[in-house]
């Protein structure tokens, strides 16, 4: 079974920085798309930014702009997610997604096959 591991949550306090982690050693990881995701208990869970085999990088969520960056070490197997200037709305659980790129654009929502249990970011104000 592939799985992901994310690690790096915790409490900060607003305007404080945080970074996830997001490890995998059982796919070649140089071929994947990785995103984040983010959930708030009550809503669906959003996806906020994702990094492509080339290092393209899409965002989905505005407020975050300027504020969070993904990141990926193929030789550690590990994509990154770099929180800045966190406000109180950034709470949430945080996953991290594959899905297999190859070269071939940003997959579906559906592509993403291999998904982490999640690590809680909880912003005080």
């Known amino acids: 079974e592939v799985r992901l591991v994310e690690s790096g949550g915790g409490l900060v306090q607003s305007g404080g920085s945080l970074r996830l982690s997001c490890a995998s050693s059982?796919?070649?990881?140089?071929?994947?798309?990785f995103c984040w995701f983010r959930q708030v208990p009550g809503k669906e869970r959003e996806r906020i930014l994702c990094?492509?085999?080339?290092?393209?990088?899409?965002y989905f969520i505005e407020s975050v702009k300027g504020r969070f960056t993904i990141s990926k070490d193929n030789a550690k197997s590990t994509a990154y997610l770099q929180m800045n200037s966190l406000k109180s709305e950034d709470t949430g659980i945080y996953y991290c997604?594959?899905?297999?790129?190859?070269?071939?654009?940003?997959?579906?929502?559906?592509?993403?096959?291999?998904w982490g249990k999640g690590t809680l970011v909880t912003v005080s104000s």
């Open positions: 990094i492509s085999d080339s290092d393209g990088v899409t």
């Open positions: 059982q796919f070649t990881f140089e071929d994947y798309n």
């Open positions: 997604a594959a899905a297999f790129e190859g070269g071939g654009g940003l997959p579906e929502l559906s592509a993403y096959e291999y």
